[in-house]
């Protein structure tokens, strides 16, 4: 800065002012070339110390920042520094000018302070982005221009007083003076101006850029977490798929003649099914529901699957004697599995897991492994992760074990007390299995050290089964009587009295002769139809 050196030369310091020739001071040229008192020159030196200071800082700063048109000021700024020490006016109004430039600088310092800070908090990229629309803005531009245009008229009239000889300086002192007044009167202005409008809209685009900046950082976090996501989960759907599930859902195509229960029938059992499920806590954790063949035990099972599909349902296996995989006992606990995984979002990372290990030993292991590795593992590492509620009911139903068709007296017996011995060790599960009363399977249940656990239940005890059985006689004959004649119901009207007697309690005897009838009715109809139809011959 050898210009400053140049500026601290100019301004007065030693025995400069001269006298009239009678010996007295004039006084303006006292106050104006008089040397100031050391205070005062300490002063000055301070100020120019000062200046430069801050003309460097500034400069640093503004090195860093890609605001337009600010590379312009700070040169014009020393320009006018320059001129205004070169000035012949007293100290204290030189001392206030500077000042007032300072000030700007100041001003202009925190600015571009601001500017680098929010850069600096910004990653390479984000930055790079930012300093190129930093560097665009018309209206960041306008702005600093509109301080660059103050700046030059500022300079324009302090080069207005020029100076060559010494007599000339003494002679415009006060034209210098009062000039510094105007130059002091334009900077203030152009501070004013530039806090209002420079500095109000740096801060605001900044605050726009930083917002944006944040904004598009946290998208791409956001994006890169729900890929991360998407990866994860489609991994772990590929590990569970690897569990062959067998297609004996409820939702199932196969449980079809298993879904048709007759609306208002069954709904004590409904009821009691429904609130056991729901107490908590729940000693008795297995629900049996055995009766013989016919009796709607399958209906009863997938009503209560769908009723819960949506709440509390964690798995539905239906056994089917007339499908492969469906009458298999040993993909009962690996369709089980899949499903809960698959039914509890906050659960399936923790099956995949398990799954992927137990797969490490075979698709194909023993039921005493499955529970272990399938449904105890991922269960234990979900409590201890927290990820799963210990008060929240989870209802497994598994209906028709007596169809299995490999090896069921010894497998089958097997498989409830192991889903015995789960339930007794989740208070959450509750599990509904549905079966004829077998002896094999009945004396698995009274076997089993978790007897404590099971409740039972004799579909053929329950109070109105006939009532339920008439309904559904009733509603069938009363469809069949809305599409056309149906002579029965005329000629016997003590026809779904007697079907009801003749049925004994068993839905499907019912059913199926219900369905003869209505079958015969229809067929009948056909056949008288066609031949009133007049032909193409006729």
């Known amino acids: 800065m050898s210009k400053l050196k140049m500026v601290a030369k100019l301004l007065p310091r030693g025995n400069e002012g001269s006298s009239s020739q009678d010996g007295h001071q004039n006084e303006s040229q006292t106050e104006t070339l008089s040397p100031p008192s050391g205070n005062h020159g300490d002063s000055v030196d301070a100020v120019l110390s000062n200046f430069k200071s801050i003309l460097e800082t500034a400069d640093k700063a503004l090195s860093g920042v890609p605001v337009p048109g600010l590379d312009h000021v700070l040169p014009i700024i020393e320009a006018i520094m320059d001129r205004v020490t070169a000035m012949r006016a007293n100290v204290r109004e030189k001392s206030d000018v500077v000042k007032r430039i300072e000030t700007l600088l100041e001003l202009l310092g925190s600015n571009l302070n601001l500017v680098n800070s929010e850069l600096e908090r910004m990653d390479p990229a984000t930055r790079q982005r930012v300093r190129d629309d930093i560097q665009s803005s018309d209206i960041l531009r306008q702005r600093v221009d509109g301080l660059v245009s103050k700046l030059r008229d500022i300079l324009t009239s302090a080069r207005q007083a020029r100076h060559e000889r010494w007599y000339s300086k003494l002679w415009f002192a006060d034209q210098d003076a009062e000039l510094l007044q105007s130059i002091r009167r334009k900077i203030v202005e152009a501070i004013e101006d530039f806090k209002l409008q420079g500095g109000i809209d740096i801060r605001r685009f900044l605050g726009t850029l930083a917002d944006q900046t944040a904004r598009i950082e946290r998208e791409q976090h956001e994006y890169h977490i729900r890929v991360e996501q998407i990866g994860k989960e489609q991994a772990e759907f590929e590990t569970l798929d690897r569990l062959r599930p067998a297609n004996a859902s409820y939702k199932s ?82 369709t089980m599995a899949y499903q809960i995984a698959n039914s509890t979002r906050a659960l399936r990372s923790h099956f995949a897991e398990a799954v992927r290990k137990h797969l490490l030993s075979g698709d194909s292991q023993m039921v005493e492994h499955q529970l272990q590795e399938l449904l105890n593992t991922p269960f234990e590492a979900a409590v201890d ?66 007897s404590g656990t099971i409740v039972s239940r004799d579909l053929q005890l329950v109070p109105g089964i006939d009532r339920d059985i008439r309904l559904f006689i009733d509603t069938e004959f009363n469809k069949c009587a809305e599409s056309g004649p149906f002579m029965l119901m005329k000629e016997r009207p003590d026809a779904a009295a007697t079907l009801t007697e003749l049925a004994d309690g068993l839905f499907i005897y019912a059913s199926t002769i219900a369905r003869f009838l209505i079958r015969h009715v229809t067929l009948k109809r056909r056949t008288l139809g066609s031949a009133d139809t007049p032909t193409a011959d006729n």
């Open 253 to 334: 195509s196969l449980t079809d003649e298993k879904s048709r229960l007759q609306p208002g029938t069954r709904q004590e059992i409904l009821r009691d099914l429904s609130d056991w499920v729901m107490k908590s806590p729940q000693p008795q954790r297995v629900y049996v529901l055995h009766g013989r063949a016919g009796m709607g035990k399958s209906s009863i099972a997938h009503a209560l699957s769908r009723q819960f599909a949506d709440t509390h349902l964690g798995s539905s296996y239906f056994f089917n004697r007339a499908s492969e995989e469906c009458s298999d006992a040993l993909r009962v606990l690996p």
């Open 385 to 450: 992760a927290k990820a799963l509620d210990m008060t929240i009911p989870m209802l497994l139903v598994v209906d028709g074990v007596d169809e299995c068709s490999n090896n069921p007296e010894d497998i089958v017996p097997r498989l409830l007390r192991l889903l015995c011995l789960a339930a007794r060790k989740f208070p959450f599960l509750r599990i509904v299995i549905a079966t004829r009363p077998e002896t094999y399977i009945m004396g698995a249940f009274k076997s089993t050290p978790d």
